[in-house]
């Protein structure tokens, strides 16, 4: 395969270790969750060249990318890492709410923290 014509994004995403199978490098393709350059895609066949910025959309944000080499195999995570770059300019959470999705959830209040709500709440009304 020359480097000109590109790769399957499937495929691509598949040996770069975005995706664990390859059916699910398919589905993730199909699914318009990742753009193209700025072009959504809902084809695993669309082909993917260095040079290219793909726009993943995962559950827990945005994630760009850029394709720095088309991969002959799926190998160590080291070879996929060299597969792409994390581009810099990617967006920032809107607020707040990412932080706190990765924090646990707050353990039962104590005595404490119930007179402290109390309080809070005469002050509010």
Same mark, same amino acid.
């Given at each position: 395969?020359?480097?000109?014509? /590109? =790769?399957?994004?499937?495929? &691509?995403? &598949? ?10 490098? =398919? ?22 060249? %260095? /040079? ?12 760009? %990318?850029?394709?720095?080499? %088309? ?6 995570? %080291?070879?996929?890492?060299? $597969? ?8 920032? +959470?809107?607020?707040?709410? /990412? ?5 646990? +959830?707050?353990?039962? +209040? ?5 007179? $402290? $709500?109390? =309080? &809070? ?5």
């Amino acid at each position: 395969m020359t480097v000109s014509s /590109g =790769q399957r994004i499937d495929k &691509w995403l &598949w040996h770069a270790r975005f995706a664990k199978t390859r059916t699910t490098a =398919q589905v993730l393709a199909r699914s318009g969750r990742i753009r193209i350059n700025r072009l959504r895609t809902d084809s695993a066949s669309r082909l993917v060249k %260095i /040079g290219d910025v793909l726009t993943l959309s995962e559950e827990r944000g945005v994630r760009v %990318i850029g394709v720095v080499a %088309i991969g002959e195999r799926r190998g160590p995570a %080291i070879e996929a890492r060299a $597969l792409y770059e994390e581009e810099l300019f990617a967006p920032a +959470p809107r607020d707040s709410i /990412g932080l706190l999705a990765s924090v646990a +959830p707050p353990a039962r +209040p104590d005595k404490r923290d119930r007179r $402290l $709500l109390k =309080q &809070w709440k005469r002050l509010g009304t």
